[in-house]
Protein backbone atom coordinates (compact mmCIF):
# COMPACT_ATOMS: atom_id res chain seq x y z
CA UNK A 1 0.00 0.00 0.00
CA UNK A 2 1.18 3.53 -0.51
CA UNK A 3 1.04 6.53 1.58
CA UNK A 4 1.01 6.50 5.73
CA UNK A 5 -2.01 8.06 7.39
CA UNK A 6 -2.81 11.69 6.22
CA UNK A 7 -0.82 14.06 7.98
CA UNK A 8 -2.02 17.50 9.00
CA UNK A 9 0.95 19.77 8.49
CA UNK A 10 -0.11 23.75 9.01
CA UNK A 11 -3.40 22.99 8.20
CA UNK A 12 -3.02 21.12 5.21
CA UNK A 13 -3.83 17.56 4.65
CA UNK A 14 -1.97 15.74 2.38
CA UNK A 15 -1.11 12.16 1.59
CA UNK A 16 -4.11 10.80 0.59
CA UNK A 17 -3.31 7.24 -0.72
CA UNK A 18 -4.08 6.91 -4.26
CA UNK A 19 -7.43 5.04 -5.10
CA UNK A 20 -9.17 4.00 -8.83
CA UNK A 21 -11.77 6.81 -9.68
CA UNK A 22 -13.14 4.80 -12.48
CA UNK A 23 -14.01 1.30 -12.85
CA UNK A 24 -11.33 0.68 -15.48
CA UNK A 25 -8.26 2.10 -12.82
CA UNK A 26 -9.01 -1.77 -11.40
CA UNK A 27 -6.70 -2.55 -14.16
CA UNK A 28 -3.80 -0.86 -12.45
CA UNK A 29 -3.96 -2.65 -9.08
CA UNK A 30 -1.21 -4.96 -8.71
CA UNK A 31 -1.91 -8.67 -7.79
CA UNK A 32 0.96 -11.29 -6.13
CA UNK A 33 1.66 -14.40 -7.72
CA UNK A 34 3.05 -15.65 -4.87
CA UNK A 35 5.51 -18.66 -4.80
CA UNK A 36 6.06 -21.10 -2.35
CA UNK A 37 7.27 -20.16 1.05
CA UNK A 38 5.18 -17.00 0.86
CA UNK A 39 1.57 -18.82 -0.12
CA UNK A 40 2.19 -22.72 -0.45
CA UNK A 41 4.06 -22.29 3.28
CA UNK A 42 5.82 -25.97 3.89
CA UNK A 43 2.85 -27.17 6.02
CA UNK A 44 0.45 -26.31 3.26
CA UNK A 45 -0.88 -29.35 1.48
CA UNK A 46 0.41 -28.53 -1.69
CA UNK A 47 3.46 -27.47 -1.10
CA UNK A 48 5.39 -30.55 -2.02
CA UNK A 49 3.39 -31.23 -4.98
CA UNK A 50 5.19 -29.93 -8.28
CA UNK A 51 2.50 -30.68 -10.47
CA UNK A 52 -0.20 -28.55 -8.23
CA UNK A 53 1.75 -25.42 -8.12
CA UNK A 54 2.24 -25.43 -11.67
CA UNK A 55 -1.11 -26.01 -12.26
CA UNK A 56 -1.92 -22.72 -9.93
CA UNK A 57 0.54 -20.57 -11.57
CA UNK A 58 -1.16 -21.42 -15.38
CA UNK A 59 -4.47 -20.62 -13.81
CA UNK A 60 -2.73 -17.67 -12.27
CA UNK A 61 -2.01 -16.17 -15.60
CA UNK A 62 -5.37 -15.60 -16.57
CA UNK A 63 -5.86 -13.33 -13.97
CA UNK A 64 -2.69 -11.40 -14.85
CA UNK A 65 -3.56 -10.84 -18.24
CA UNK A 66 -7.21 -9.82 -17.65
CA UNK A 67 -8.28 -6.49 -18.40
CA UNK A 68 -11.90 -4.41 -17.76
CA UNK A 69 -14.14 -5.51 -20.28
CA UNK A 70 -12.17 -8.70 -21.12
CA UNK A 71 -14.66 -11.89 -20.96
CA UNK A 72 -13.30 -14.03 -18.32
CA UNK A 73 -11.45 -17.02 -19.97
CA UNK A 74 -12.34 -20.47 -19.06
CA UNK A 75 -10.22 -23.11 -17.31
CA UNK A 76 -10.75 -26.91 -19.03
CA UNK A 77 -10.66 -28.27 -14.88
CA UNK A 78 -9.14 -32.11 -14.58
CA UNK A 79 -11.09 -34.89 -13.38
CA UNK A 80 -9.15 -34.70 -10.37
CA UNK A 81 -9.70 -31.02 -9.64
CA UNK A 82 -13.88 -31.77 -10.85
CA UNK A 83 -13.61 -34.73 -8.12
CA UNK A 84 -12.58 -32.76 -5.50
CA UNK A 85 -14.96 -30.07 -6.11
CA UNK A 86 -17.92 -32.32 -6.35
CA UNK A 87 -16.90 -34.11 -2.36
CA UNK A 88 -17.24 -30.45 -1.14
CA UNK A 89 -20.04 -29.61 -3.10
CA UNK A 90 -22.61 -32.06 -2.41
CA UNK A 91 -20.88 -32.58 1.29
CA UNK A 92 -21.69 -28.02 1.74
CA UNK A 93 -25.05 -28.70 0.37
CA UNK A 94 -26.78 -30.80 2.29
CA UNK A 95 -25.40 -28.96 5.51
CA UNK A 96 -27.09 -25.30 3.91
CA UNK A 97 -31.10 -26.25 4.53
CA UNK A 98 -30.04 -26.26 7.86
CA UNK A 99 -27.13 -23.66 8.25
CA UNK A 100 -27.27 -21.17 5.62
CA UNK A 101 -29.10 -18.09 6.23
CA UNK A 102 -32.31 -18.00 4.19
CA UNK A 103 -30.61 -15.79 1.35
CA UNK A 104 -28.23 -18.36 -0.17
CA UNK A 105 -31.13 -20.85 0.48
CA UNK A 106 -32.87 -18.69 -2.13
CA UNK A 107 -30.35 -18.09 -5.28
CA UNK A 108 -28.83 -21.31 -4.80
CA UNK A 109 -31.08 -23.02 -7.07
CA UNK A 110 -30.68 -20.43 -9.69
CA UNK A 111 -26.97 -21.04 -9.29
CA UNK A 112 -28.17 -24.69 -10.36
CA UNK A 113 -29.62 -23.02 -13.00
CA UNK A 114 -28.38 -20.62 -14.61
CA UNK A 115 -24.55 -20.76 -13.84
CA UNK A 116 -24.43 -24.47 -14.12
CA UNK A 117 -23.47 -25.45 -10.08
CA UNK A 118 -23.38 -29.27 -9.70
CA UNK A 119 -21.56 -31.97 -8.23
CA UNK A 120 -19.87 -32.75 -11.83
CA UNK A 121 -19.28 -29.33 -13.09
CA UNK A 122 -17.19 -26.41 -11.46
CA UNK A 123 -18.66 -23.06 -12.51
CA UNK A 124 -17.20 -21.16 -14.66
CA UNK A 125 -16.30 -17.30 -13.43
CA UNK A 126 -18.03 -15.75 -16.82
CA UNK A 127 -21.13 -17.54 -16.58
CA UNK A 128 -21.32 -16.50 -13.04
CA UNK A 129 -20.31 -12.58 -13.75
CA UNK A 130 -22.81 -12.96 -16.17
CA UNK A 131 -25.65 -14.32 -13.66
CA UNK A 132 -24.92 -11.20 -11.24
CA UNK A 133 -24.62 -8.75 -13.69
CA UNK A 134 -28.27 -9.59 -13.84
CA UNK A 135 -28.91 -9.56 -10.44
CA UNK A 136 -27.19 -6.60 -8.17
CA UNK A 137 -24.55 -6.01 -11.08
CA UNK A 138 -21.95 -7.28 -9.29
CA UNK A 139 -18.99 -8.21 -11.49
CA UNK A 140 -16.15 -10.79 -11.07
CA UNK A 141 -12.53 -10.09 -12.19
CA UNK A 142 -10.12 -13.23 -11.81
CA UNK A 143 -7.33 -12.21 -9.78
CA UNK A 144 -3.97 -14.28 -10.29
CA UNK A 145 -3.20 -14.65 -6.58
CA UNK A 146 -3.30 -12.08 -3.27
CA UNK A 147 -4.22 -8.36 -3.48
CA UNK A 148 -3.37 -6.13 -0.72
CA UNK A 149 -6.18 -5.20 1.61
CA UNK A 150 -6.81 -1.82 -0.01
CA UNK A 151 -6.60 -2.96 -3.19
CA UNK A 152 -9.38 -5.51 -2.39
CA UNK A 153 -11.70 -3.68 -0.59
CA UNK A 154 -11.40 -0.80 -3.34
CA UNK A 155 -12.82 -3.35 -6.31
CA UNK A 156 -15.95 -3.70 -3.86
CA UNK A 157 -16.97 0.01 -4.28
CA UNK A 158 -17.19 -1.09 -7.75
CA UNK A 159 -19.47 -3.75 -7.37
CA UNK A 160 -16.25 -5.53 -8.27
CA UNK A 161 -15.30 -8.83 -6.47
CA UNK A 162 -11.75 -10.27 -7.21
CA UNK A 163 -12.09 -13.99 -7.64
CA UNK A 164 -9.52 -16.93 -7.81
CA UNK A 165 -9.65 -19.71 -10.03
CA UNK A 166 -7.78 -22.59 -8.92
CA UNK A 167 -9.03 -25.28 -6.84
CA UNK A 168 -7.57 -26.07 -3.46
CA UNK A 169 -5.35 -29.37 -2.59
CA UNK A 170 -7.47 -32.44 -3.02
CA UNK A 171 -5.64 -33.71 0.48
CA UNK A 172 -7.88 -31.63 2.26
CA UNK A 173 -10.76 -30.27 1.19
CA UNK A 174 -12.34 -29.96 4.93
CA UNK A 175 -10.41 -26.39 5.49
CA UNK A 176 -8.04 -24.33 4.06
CA UNK A 177 -6.62 -21.79 5.09
CA UNK A 178 -6.80 -19.27 1.56
CA UNK A 179 -9.53 -18.73 -0.75
CA UNK A 180 -10.07 -21.02 -3.65
CA UNK A 181 -12.58 -21.19 -5.94
CA UNK A 182 -14.65 -23.10 -3.97
CA UNK A 183 -14.26 -20.61 -1.31
CA UNK A 184 -15.50 -17.98 -3.69
CA UNK A 185 -18.10 -19.87 -5.60
CA UNK A 186 -19.70 -21.85 -2.96
CA UNK A 187 -18.92 -19.00 -0.17
CA UNK A 188 -19.24 -15.52 -1.80
CA UNK A 189 -21.11 -15.83 -5.57
CA UNK A 190 -24.65 -16.71 -3.70
CA UNK A 191 -24.96 -13.24 -1.63
CA UNK A 192 -23.37 -11.24 -3.77
CA UNK A 193 -26.88 -11.98 -5.81
CA UNK A 194 -28.56 -10.23 -2.87
CA UNK A 195 -29.27 -6.79 -3.43
CA UNK A 196 -29.25 -5.69 0.22
CA UNK A 197 -25.93 -7.86 0.53
CA UNK A 198 -24.34 -6.45 -2.00
CA UNK A 199 -25.19 -2.79 -1.22
CA UNK A 200 -23.53 -3.83 2.27
CA UNK A 201 -20.08 -4.53 0.41
CA UNK A 202 -20.43 -1.54 -1.50
CA UNK A 203 -20.04 0.61 1.32
CA UNK A 204 -17.36 -1.38 2.93
CA UNK A 205 -15.97 -0.59 -0.32
CA UNK A 206 -16.80 2.62 -1.11
CA UNK A 207 -15.31 3.90 2.70
CA UNK A 208 -12.00 2.38 1.95
CA UNK A 209 -11.26 4.89 -1.03
CA UNK A 210 -8.37 6.89 0.47
CA UNK A 211 -8.67 5.74 3.79
CA UNK A 212 -5.64 5.92 6.08
CA UNK A 213 -4.14 2.68 6.32
CA UNK A 214 -5.50 2.64 10.23
CA UNK A 215 -9.03 2.94 8.99
CA UNK A 216 -8.20 -0.25 5.87
CA UNK A 217 -7.07 -2.30 9.04
CA UNK A 218 -10.14 -1.29 10.21
CA UNK A 219 -12.05 -1.95 7.63
CA UNK A 220 -10.38 -5.39 6.19
CA UNK A 221 -11.44 -6.65 10.11
CA UNK A 222 -15.23 -5.75 9.33
CA UNK A 223 -14.95 -7.18 6.11
CA UNK A 224 -13.58 -10.38 7.87
CA UNK A 225 -16.18 -10.57 10.87
CA UNK A 226 -18.85 -9.93 8.30
CA UNK A 227 -18.36 -11.06 4.37
CA UNK A 228 -15.99 -13.67 5.62
CA UNK A 229 -17.39 -15.02 8.63
CA UNK A 230 -20.37 -13.42 9.76
CA UNK A 231 -23.57 -15.17 11.12
CA UNK A 232 -27.17 -14.04 11.77
CA UNK A 233 -29.94 -14.60 13.50
CA UNK A 234 -33.16 -15.82 11.81
CA UNK A 235 -36.09 -16.73 13.34
CA UNK A 236 -34.50 -16.99 16.46
CA UNK A 237 -31.71 -19.26 14.99
CA UNK A 238 -28.20 -18.84 14.24
CA UNK A 239 -27.62 -19.18 10.44
CA UNK A 240 -24.26 -18.68 8.55
CA UNK A 241 -23.76 -15.98 6.16
CA UNK A 242 -19.60 -15.49 5.89
CA UNK A 243 -17.89 -17.01 3.27
CA UNK A 244 -15.48 -18.79 4.87
CA UNK A 245 -18.29 -20.10 6.62
CA UNK A 246 -20.02 -21.57 3.69
CA UNK A 247 -17.16 -22.95 1.99
CA UNK A 248 -15.96 -25.14 4.76
CA UNK A 249 -17.65 -28.03 6.15
CA UNK A 250 -15.44 -27.99 9.55
CA UNK A 251 -16.02 -24.44 10.14
CA UNK A 252 -19.68 -24.41 9.25
CA UNK A 253 -20.71 -27.23 11.85
CA UNK A 254 -17.91 -25.53 14.39
CA UNK A 255 -19.81 -22.13 13.90
CA UNK A 256 -23.24 -23.99 14.81
CA UNK A 257 -22.38 -25.53 17.49
CA UNK A 258 -21.73 -24.12 21.45
CA UNK A 259 -18.04 -23.67 21.44
CA UNK A 260 -17.29 -20.23 19.92
CA UNK A 261 -17.84 -17.05 21.34
CA UNK A 262 -21.03 -15.23 19.51
CA UNK A 263 -21.07 -11.34 20.13
CA UNK A 264 -23.73 -8.76 18.65
CA UNK A 265 -22.38 -7.31 15.67
CA UNK A 266 -20.85 -3.53 16.73
CA UNK A 267 -18.54 -2.01 13.98
CA UNK A 268 -17.04 0.52 16.58
CA UNK A 269 -15.67 -2.71 18.68
CA UNK A 270 -15.46 -5.72 15.78
CA UNK A 271 -13.21 -2.99 13.76
CA UNK A 272 -10.52 -3.76 16.45
CA UNK A 273 -11.12 -7.43 17.11
CA UNK A 274 -7.78 -9.36 16.58
CA UNK A 275 -8.30 -13.10 15.27
CA UNK A 276 -6.68 -16.28 13.61
CA UNK A 277 -5.99 -16.54 9.93
CA UNK A 278 -4.91 -20.36 9.80
CA UNK A 279 -7.62 -22.11 11.95
CA UNK A 280 -11.44 -21.77 12.97
CA UNK A 281 -12.40 -18.79 14.45
CA UNK A 282 -13.13 -19.04 18.34
CA UNK A 283 -15.16 -15.91 17.96
CA UNK A 284 -18.40 -14.82 15.66
CA UNK A 285 -20.55 -11.31 15.45
CA UNK A 286 -24.27 -12.04 14.68
CA UNK A 287 -26.03 -8.94 12.61
CA UNK A 288 -29.54 -9.13 12.90
CA UNK A 289 -29.62 -8.07 9.33
CA UNK A 290 -27.96 -7.16 6.04
CA UNK A 291 -29.51 -4.14 5.56
CA UNK A 292 -29.18 -2.97 9.43
CA UNK A 293 -25.43 -4.13 8.93
CA UNK A 294 -25.53 -2.03 6.31
CA UNK A 295 -26.79 1.41 8.03
CA UNK A 296 -24.30 0.07 10.97
CA UNK A 297 -20.92 0.47 9.13
CA UNK A 298 -22.14 3.01 6.79
CA UNK A 299 -22.84 5.19 10.39
CA UNK A 300 -19.18 3.61 11.12
CA UNK A 301 -17.67 4.66 8.41
CA UNK A 302 -19.30 8.57 8.53
CA UNK A 303 -16.93 9.29 11.48
CA UNK A 304 -13.75 7.62 9.17
CA UNK A 305 -10.73 10.50 9.78
CA UNK A 306 -11.02 10.95 5.89
CA UNK A 307 -11.01 14.77 4.55
CA UNK A 308 -14.00 13.57 1.89
CA UNK A 309 -16.48 12.08 0.73
CA UNK A 310 -17.30 9.64 -2.26
CA UNK A 311 -20.82 9.23 -4.18
CA UNK A 312 -20.76 5.93 -6.51
CA UNK A 313 -21.81 7.61 -9.64
CA UNK A 314 -23.96 3.56 -11.64
CA UNK A 315 -24.35 5.40 -15.08
CA UNK A 316 -20.45 5.86 -15.11
CA UNK A 317 -19.43 3.19 -13.33
CA UNK A 318 -17.29 6.45 -11.42
CA UNK A 319 -16.72 7.64 -7.74
CA UNK A 320 -17.37 11.07 -7.18
CA UNK A 321 -15.42 13.34 -4.43
CA UNK A 322 -17.74 15.20 -2.30
CA UNK A 323 -16.63 18.21 -0.16
CA UNK A 324 -12.49 17.80 -0.59
CA UNK A 325 -11.31 20.71 1.13
N1 LIG B 1 -11.29 -21.41 5.32
C1 LIG B 1 -12.03 -21.27 4.09
C2 LIG B 1 -12.34 -22.63 3.48
O1 LIG B 1 -11.84 -23.65 3.94
O2 LIG B 1 -13.10 -22.68 2.52
C3 LIG B 1 -11.31 -20.42 3.10
C4 LIG B 1 -11.05 -19.00 3.55
C5 LIG B 1 -11.82 -18.20 4.30
C6 LIG B 1 -11.27 -16.91 4.53
C7 LIG B 1 -10.12 -16.72 3.98
S1 LIG B 1 -9.71 -18.17 3.15
FE1 LIG C 1 -13.22 -14.72 0.93
Known amino acids: TKAAE???FLGVKDEIPWFPGKISDLDKLKQEILEAGADLS???PGFNDQEYRNRRKQIAQIGLNYKHGDKIERVKYTKEETMAWGVIFNKLTSMYSKHACKEVNYVMPMLKNNCGYSENHIPQLQDIHEFLQDTTGFRI????GLLTSRDFLNGLAFRVFHSTQYIRHHSQPLYTPEPDVVHEL????????????????????LASLGASDRDISRLATLYWFTVEFGVCRQDGVRKAYGAGLLSSFGELEHSM?????IKPFEPDKVC???????SFQPLYFEAESFERAKEQVKNWAAHMDRPFAVRYNPYTNSVEVLNHS
Open 6 to 8: SIT
Open 42 to 44: SDH
Open 141 to 144: RPAA
Open 186 to 205: MGHVPLFADPDFAEFSQEIG
Open 257 to 261: SDVPD
Open 272 to 278: EQTYPIT
